[in-house]
């Protein structure tokens, strides 16, 4: 039997744990986000969810994952009351309020064609973010999507980084590779993308003007395209990004956080590229992998880090100290709050937290944090 003093000791190497474990931060579904789209609108496959400084939620969908049943109304003949694609970028605020939607393909009733605008517009969408500046940006990951776009807030095209149907490798310092997704560093003028589906790199070029600056791949090692076995957790992990490079994001104490979606990792750089550390999540997913799209929280000194585990259909909670996980939000589903392909992911000035899903979800939910 313990003594008092022992029990006292165990109790004094264990309080550390235990606060931690209390301190995770709890969510509960807000199943009433977002209100209703007008005119009756429908969505397509979501690809991607940031908020702006103003706290204001930003989508962007692809309306042509939506099929012919679920858009009678603008067939010709109609053949249904039910519905109009959405156009692809949509702004809400944070009450779920519908603010404005535009971009994208429309639906041409006389054609009965999808029409592309008169810009650079990507044939799949994949990813948005919005800069300290309020412009949009946009990526691409169809076959031929080697295009990241950017756009005023009210859709006006500014800029094309890339050529379209033109692609030159993950060491190509003009074109891009099926681009995922964007992160900006507004005060130095730099764009950093997850390039990312046919490339295994980090690119970053110049936000203004679309010079190029430089570019990394997995460990900050020059990338190499040569083919690569398959994943087995057994396997060390490898010196190249296996893809796709999903996510990056910017991250406190200026680091640069990467997913490589079905190398189950993140990895961790210095914005010049210089590899810190990495950590495997899940390391027995196959398939898709775990590792999405990433953000981190705007509570707690930035202690959590998010992480879409698609695979799985949750996201888990990261200590973003020891980058091993402490929780995770959700499983798979079709509920309020369950998952299907949950995509991608982003945080308020509150802590709640906002998800995408692709696949068969094709919806943005909202997850409160508890007080």
């Not at 109790?11 to 474990?21: G, N």
């Amino acid at each position: 039997m313990k003594t008092i003093k022992q029990v006292c000791a165990l109790l004094f190497l264990l309080l550390p744990t235990l606060l931690a474990a209390q301190s995770v931060p709890q969510y509960a579904v807000d199943a009433s986000w977002p209100m209703e789209l007008p005119d009756n609108m429908i969505l397509g496959q979501v690809a991607g969810i940031a908020v702006s400084n103003d706290d204001h939620i930003w989508i962007v969908h692809r309306p042509k994952s939506i099929i012919e049943s679920q858009m009678g109304q603008v067939l010709d003949p109609p053949i249904s009351e039910c519905c109009i694609p959405a156009p692809s970028v949509i702004e809400f605020d944070q009450a779920g309020n519908f603010i404005q939607a535009w971009g994208g393909p429309q639906w041409d009733s006389g054609s009965q064609q999808w029409v592309h605008p008169n810009y650079d517009w990507p044939q799949n969408e994949h990813g948005i973010y919005v800069d300290d500046e309020d412009n949009v940006w946009l990526g691409g990951n169809g076959e031929n999507d080697h295009i990241v776009t950017r756009f005023t807030r009210s859709g006006e095209h500014l800029m094309t980084i890339g050529i379209v149907g033109e692609a030159g490798g993950s060491n190509d310092t003009q074109r891009l590779g099926r681009p995922a997704d964007v992160a900006v560093d507004t005060e130095n003028n730099e764009v950093y993308i997850a390039d990312g589906y046919l490339n295994r790199r980090v690119a970053v070029f110049d936000s203004e003007t679309g010079a190029y600056k430089r570019h990394w791949g997995a460990y900050g090692e020059r990338p190499d395209d040569s083919p690569l076995p398959s994943y087995s957790p057994d396997l060390a992990p490898l010196r190249q990004f296996r893809g796709p490079v999903h996510n990056v994001l910017l991250g406190p104490e200026n680091l640069v956080y990467v997913s490589d979606r079905e190398g189950n990792r993140l990895q961790v750089f210095d914005r010049d590229g210089t590899f810190v550390e990495e950590s495997i999540l899940s390391p027995a997913s196959l398939g898709n992998g775990s590792v999405w799209d990433m953000e981190v929280s705007t509570f707690d000194n930035q202690r959590w880090l998010f992480v879409v585990d698609g695979l799985n259909m949750t996201v888990r909670i990261v200590d973003i100290e020891t980058l091993e996980i402490v929780d995770s939000i959700g499983r798979g589903g079709r509920q309020a709050g369950q998952f299907d392909w949950v995509h991608n992911i982003a945080v308020d000035s509150l802590g709640d937290i906002y998800t995408a899903e692709v696949n068969d979800g094709r919806r943005v939910q909202k997850f409160s944090r508890a007080p």
